[in-house]
């Protein structure tokens, strides 16, 4: 099944967009309301802990929800890899819901880029790596 969608994204018009970033744009809505999502979340674990103090549950099992319900603030690092020309960056700006790294037929980001956030798009290099800010 794979082999087939990949044959059938090789061979498909330019015109048309890829399967992926017209699946995968759809995401946008729930990645502009993150943090309410959070907080959300926050607010669930926190109950199940109370919960679980009333039920005088281990404190071996409050402690790992207590740790689950701190990570929610961490940063993460997604890292996406693959070979050149194979939608990475198409990939990206899909799930940013906009076009912040550029695409095209021929590779485009040859360096590593490094996507954070930042009041407004824009790029600083140090080195061989590229600080793609995004206000986002």
Known sequence: MLSHLWKWQLFRPL?????FKRHVSSLSPIVSHKQ???????????????????????ESDIAQLQVARDQLDQLFLLVVVGEFNSGKSTLINALLGGTYLKEGVLPTTALLHHVCYGERHGQVQEGNVIHEMVPV
């Open 15 to 19: 015109s048309q967009p890829p399967l």
């Open 36 to 58: 309410e999502l959070v907080e959300r979340t926050r607010g669930l674990v926190q109950s199940v802990i109370e919960v679980l103090r009333a039920m005088t549950a281990k």
